[in-house]
């Protein structure tokens, strides 16, 4: 049995076996995860290793993928981005893809979903546009701004928070340390640990090793498209040769 199967918590992703293609291009060759409710996994390794791929492939937004995919206990191996969003499943890509032209305020309205009860009945967590200024400031102090009128770290909270305004159970969140200066890197971190205490989960494409140690509980590190290694946060902070060999540059 594997680590992730000794473990608790209530399996919402889980993927087997997930190949998948960029025209004849294959990147991914039988990916193995998992993500459990309450928590927050990296996925770690190298540009090009195959952690963006991995997330557009769970997402449906890849033309050709194989593997199982199940969300929530529902089959997602076939569904569209679309349909795959409304069942609960978010995604922050890497490239914001907000609407420049639109408000702050607007943009979170483009995103709002229903609220959402998890399988037991209880409540899962909603957001408002008030709950998510208190979780992003800058975002508060500029409800009016257009989205092209603000600095690339401001557009990446946007982007998460409109995400948010989907009341997603499970959040895929690309590189979001990525580009972004110190302090949005620091505040994107609080946010992630704010979203998991809220009993959001997140499933985190990283390759820096500090913002991931700070909010991650387990990790996978990908070579080439392929799982070299999975196991907790800390068991993969204290492995120098797994991190040598596929995260060091």
Known sequence: ???????????????????????????????????????????????????????????????????????????????????????????????????TDLTVTENLEVGRQVPRKWPDGSAAPLWTPQQLFRLFPNLGEMPDRPGGRMSGGEQQMLTVARTLMGNPYLVLLDEP????????????????????????????????????????????VLEKGQIRYSGSMDELAANETVRRAYLSV
């Open 1 to 99: 049995m594997s680590d992730e199967e000794n473990m608790g918590g209530e399996l919402l992703l889980d993927v087997r076996a997930l190949a998948a293609w960029y025209g004849a291009a294959q990147i991914l060759f039988d990916v193995d995860l998992q993500v459990r409710r309450g928590e927050v996994v990296a996925l770690m390794g190298r540009n090009g290793a195959g952690k963006s791929t991995t997330l557009k492939a769970v997402m449906g937004m890849l033309d050709k993928r194989r593997g199982t995919l199940s969300f929530m206990g529902r089959d997602i191996s076939h569904s569209e981005p679309h349909e795959v969003a409304s069942h609960g499943l978010g995604f922050v890509p890497e490239d914001r893809r907000i609407f």
């Open 177 to 220: 340390s990525e580009g972004v200066a110190p302090v949005i890197v620091e505040q994107m971190a609080n946010m992630i640990l704010e979203l998991k205490a809220q009993g959001v989960s997140i499933l985190l494409s990283e390759q820096n090793m500090h913002f991931a140690e700070l909010v991650s509980d387990r990790a996978y």
